[in-house]
Structures are given as structure tokens and as C-alpha cells.
């Protein structure tokens, strides 16, 4: 191990904190807290004050203080940025989640967005003096529309799962519009967790198809499925072991014959851009994730953005307000227009996360079409790269011919030596890196997903790489080594299951 911890360390020397120490703890922000201590000053009201009794109603008021930390400014930065230090995070090294696209986030996008035309913007300003953002909007939804081959976008949904309720509303919307109530959406066992739950919010029961032997659509199974009663079916492809669905077509053409349509999780374009379209295979509804293949951060909860492309026959039910681009007298105007009978209505307040759409924006443009193809490019050459280090070390349950991402399993591991993936994915926290994806496609035991995106160097491919193939060995000849992994982090293993079953959010 200790040869690429050293790599790895010295890179993490250089680059991020000097002291960098592995056992570092920290106490929480009250155990700082000294009566009396502040961290702030105001000098004299430029308001007239009042208590707050006289304009809230006593039920609103507190009996007593806030039991809040005093602590002087010094020491809140200092916690908080020592806490940051024990984070992991895209900007300190290589985040390999598969299905996830964790991806450098170039910083010229938050400068883009940070720019006081987008940052001071309110919702609720009027629409001549938003122009700019309108245009933006306008824009991003044209080249959305094109990268993915699509009749038209809304930039509405706030994530990846809510674009995906958007969509099916648009399905449910279209069957309705021709008097036809359809109960059924078909999902394949290898989908994402997202794509059954959508559906069922969205009112739909779900009828998983399965996948075959060689980790693809089973079209027999599919067939047997199609009835009257299918709505449509959601497929993700490439799909989420990384393989591209090579009889879309004929997929396509078995749905679209039973009348239903058919539904793109698109959140992973990351193996597409430039290179095939989702609306060239057939596809009605896609949708993306700006926070995931166009560089916007995601992680910690948002905020994201999931918009959805449309085919011809489902522009008329998109959400409002859409934005149009008129001729005016001085050149384009951009105007809000809710007047669309059909439509499903809103799916936000407002017009999306507007910040993540400037992002996205300008991580296009900055590309420009030549350079989305090279990202997609390098995507694929990178995850094959890995793949083929890999492959020998662990178990690779379908064909080797990957693009974005792939998916190994620990069976060898866990059969030989009682050493489980979960194991696997903590050891690799000893060696400097985030876990892949674990536990998920559920169709593969063990399973081990890594999708390494175009941002990482051959370097950092290579330590991430040596690193697997060091657990491995570990696995044979010391297993205890990795059964009692992280040995290096601030904290050991976690009742993970008690953390999320018995939140407790609450210091004091
Ligand atoms: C991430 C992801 C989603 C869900 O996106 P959220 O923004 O997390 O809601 C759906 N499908 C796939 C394949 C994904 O990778």
C-alpha cells in the first residue's frame, strides 16, 4: 500500500493543505463556544426598532434565547475549513461513481454565474428588463434540443428524478389527449432507482423487463410486455453497466408499434455527445442532467437541474412558461408565454434553477460541438483504459466492450476470502480515493461501478487503478487488512443504517 499512498499523499501535499493529516479530529462548533464570545459587530439601526411582540404573534415568539454557539469569527472559519479538509470532493482527487458522472467542475462556470446580470436577478422583475437570462434559457433549451436530437426542451425540473415525472407526464398527457388511459410503464431491471419510483408517483404501475445474459434489453421478455395497457417504456442507454443497446431500433420500433412511447433516462450522456442522439433512435422523452454530463456540481443535495427533451408530438403539453423569441423593432425579444391550453402546467416555481442553467451554459459553449464529441470521446477511451488494468484482478460479468462507465464484481472476493465489495470500496478510502459506485446495477452481485469521466489524467488513472489491483492482492493474502479498512480516515466504519434510520440532527 504504502507506495501509492505515498503518491498519492505527496500529490495531496503539494497541491491542498500543508498539514495535511490523516487522524485529524474535530470538535463540534459548541465545544468552541464561550459566553460573551461574538463574531460580529453592528453599528447603530438605520431602521426604526421595534420588540418583536408588537408585529408577531406571541405563539411565534420564543420563551427563551436560542441556545446558539458564541464563538469569534477566527474560529468558526478555521472549523469550518479544517472540517472542508476532511471532505472528499471532486476538486481534491478522482470521484469515480459510476451512474454518476462526477466530473471536474470547470471554475469559469461559477464565474459566469456569479456575474451581477445572473446573480442579482429576481424572479420576479419584469420580463423586459431579464432579457439576457431569457436568451440564455432560450439558447441552452436549442443547443439541449440539438445535442440530444429533440423537437424542443423545457429547462423546468430541478433534478434528474423530477425531469423524469416531468416526462411521464408528458406521456400520461399524450395518451390522455387521444382518449386513450394507458396503466402501465415498463422499466428495465437494470434502470436506475429513480425510474420506477417516478413512475409510481406519477401514478403508474410498473412492469420490470429483464436483462439478458449479456447485460442488455431482453427483447423476448420486452415482447411478452407490450399490451395495451403499456404507456411506455424507460431505458437508459447507454445502460447502467455501460453497454450501448444495439437493437434500439428494433426497440424502438416494437413500441412505438404497440402505440406506446419510448422514454431516455438521459442523466449519463456522458458516452453520447456528439458522437449519436437519443430523438435519432426513436426516443419520444429524454431527460439530462446539467449536474451530472454538463458539469454543473451535484452532490449534497442539489441544486440540479433535470431538463427534458420532447419528439414533435409531445411539444404542445410542455410545461409553461416556455420562452419564445420574437423580431421586435431593435432586434430578438424574449418572452415568458403561459398561453398554451395543452400544456401540464408548472413543474417549478419559476423558470428552474437558473444558476446550474448558466452553468451548463457556459460549459457548452466553451466546448463548443467539436470539443462535447471529444468529451464523449475520452469518456469512453478512459472507462475501457480502466477496464482493461482491471479486468483479471475482478470479475467482469458482461462483455468487455464498454463505453462511459462499467461495472465489476467482488464474487471472486467474497467467495475466496469473505472479503465483501463493501470492503473493497473502504480500503480504497485508505488509499486517497472515493469509492465507486456500489451495490448497484442490482443485477450484478457484488457489484463495483466505475465511471472515471474525461477529466481524469492517465496519471490519476493509473493510481486509481493500482490501488484496486492492491486490494485485490490484500484480499488473498491478508483479508483482515481490508475487512477492518478505513484505517486512515477521521472516522472508522458507521452504523449506516442506524444514521439513517435514527437521524439526529440535533446538538443540544
Ligand atoms: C443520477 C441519475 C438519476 C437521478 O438524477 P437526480 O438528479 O439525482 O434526481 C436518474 N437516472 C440515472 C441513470 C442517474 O444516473
Known amino acids: 500500500m504504502s507506495a501509492i499512498l505515498d503518491k498519492q499523499h505527496t500529490r495531496q501535499r503539494d497541491s491542498s493543505s500543508p498539514s495535511h493529516s490523516i487522524t485529524m479530529k474535530e470538535k463540534l462548533i459548541f465545544d468552541f463556544s464561550a459566553s460573551g464570545r461574538k463574531g460580529y459587530s453592528f453599528s447603530g439601526k438605520d431602521m426604526p426598532g421595534a420588540a418583536p411582540g408588537s408585529f408577531l404573534p406571541s405563539k411565534f415568539l420564543r420563551k427563551e434565547p436560542a441556545m446558539l454557539p458564541e464563538v469569534p469569527e477566527s474560529e468558526v472559519v478555521r472549523h469550518f475549513i479544517r472540517l472542508s479538509n476532511m471532505n ?39 420580463e423586459e428588463t431579464a432579457g439576457g437570462a431569457l436568451q440564455l434559457m432560450y439558447e441552452l433549451s436549442l443547443m439541449l434540443a440539438e445535442i440530444a436530437g429533440m423537437k424542443a426542451v423545457t429547462l423546468q425540473p430541478a433534478a ?24 402501465t410503464l415498463l422499466v428495465v431491471d437494470s434502470a436506475h432507482g429513480t425510474n420506477p419510483a417516478s413512475a409510481a408517483l406519477a401514478g403508474y404501475r410498473i412492469v420490470s423487463v429483464k436483462s439478458n445474459e449479456i447485460g442488455r434489453t431482453d427483447l423476448q421478455d420486452l415482447e411478452a410486455k407490450l399490451d395495451g395497457e403499456v ?41 453520447l455527445l456528439g458522437i449519436a442522439r437519443p430523438g435519432d433512435m426513436g426516443f419520444d422523452v429524454v431527460h439530462y442532467n446539467l449536474h451530472k454530463t454538463f458539469s454543473a456540481p451535484h452532490g449534497g ?25 420574437t423580431e421586435g423593432a431593435d432586434g430578438p425579444v424574449y418572452r415568458l408565454v403561459s398561453d398554451r391550453p395543452e400544456s401540464i402546467g408548472r413543474m417549478m416555481n419559476f423558470y428552474g434553477n437558473f444558476a446550474v442553467l448558466v452553468r451548463a ?21 478512459n ?16 462483455p468487455k466492450q464498454v463505453l462511459h462507465e462499467f461495472c465489476l464484481s467482488g464474487d ?25 459506485t456500489i451495490y448497484f446495477p442490482l443485477i450484478v452481485s457484488e457489484a463495483l461501478m466505475i465511471e472515471p469521466t474525461e477529466t481524469e489524467s ?38 449506516e443504517a442506524m444514521a439513517s434510520r435514527q437521524l439526529n440532527i440535533c446538538c443540544i
Do not use: W
Not at 471472486?412 to 465507486?436: E, M, N, W
Open 88 to 126: 472528499y470532493h471532486v476538486d481534491k482527487n478522482m470521484y469515480p461513481l459510476g451512474s454518476c458522472t462526477m466530473k471536474y467542475n470547470p471554475k469559469i462556470n461559477d464565474y459566469t454565474c456569479d456575474l451581477p446580470g445572473f446573480s442579482a436577478l429576481h424572479p420576479l422583475q419584469p
Open 458 to 495: 492517465r496519471e490519476t488513472l493509473d493510481l486509481f487503478a493500482d490501488a484496486l489491483l492492491q486490494i485485490a492482492d490484500e484480499a488473498e493474502k491478508s483479508p483482515e487488512t481490508v475487512k477492518g479498512a478505513p484505517v486512515t480516515t477521521p472516522v472508522s466504519r458507521l452504523d
Open 383 to 398: 472507462a475501457n483504459y480502466l477496464l482493461s488494468r482491471l479486468t483479471g484482478a475482478y470479475e467482469l460479468p458482461f
Open 231 to 271: 404507456a411506455a417504456l424507460m431505458l437508459t442507454n447507454p445502460n447502467t453497466i455501460g453497454l450501448f443497446e444495439k437493437e434500439i431500433v428494433r426497440i424502438s420500433e416494437m413500441v412505438h408499434r404497440n402505440g406506446s412511447l419510448l422514454y431516455m433516462d438521459g442523466a449519463n450522456m456522458n458516452a
Open 160 to 183: 434528474g428524478a423530477h425531469g423524469e415525472l416531468t416526462g411521464i407526464l408528458l406521456i400520461k398527457k399524450y395518451h390522455e389527449s387521444r382518449g386513450s388511459k394507458r396503466s
Open 301 to 325: 443535495g442539489g441544486p440540479g437541474s433535470g431538463p427534458v427533451g420532447v419528439s414533435e408530438k409531445l411539444v404542445e403539453f410542455l410545461p409553461v412558461p416556455v420562452v419564445e423569441k
Open 412 to 436: 471472486r472476493q467474497k467467495k475466496s476470502h469473505g472479503v465483501k465489495t463493501l470492503d473493497i470500496a473502504k480500503r480504497l478510502l485508505d488509499y486517497g480515493f472515493h469509492a465507486p
Open 361 to 381: 451554459y457556459t460549459y457548452i459553449r466553451m466546448l463548443g460541438a467539436e470539443g462535447l464529441k471529444r468529451v464523449s470521446e475520452n469518456a469512453i477511451i
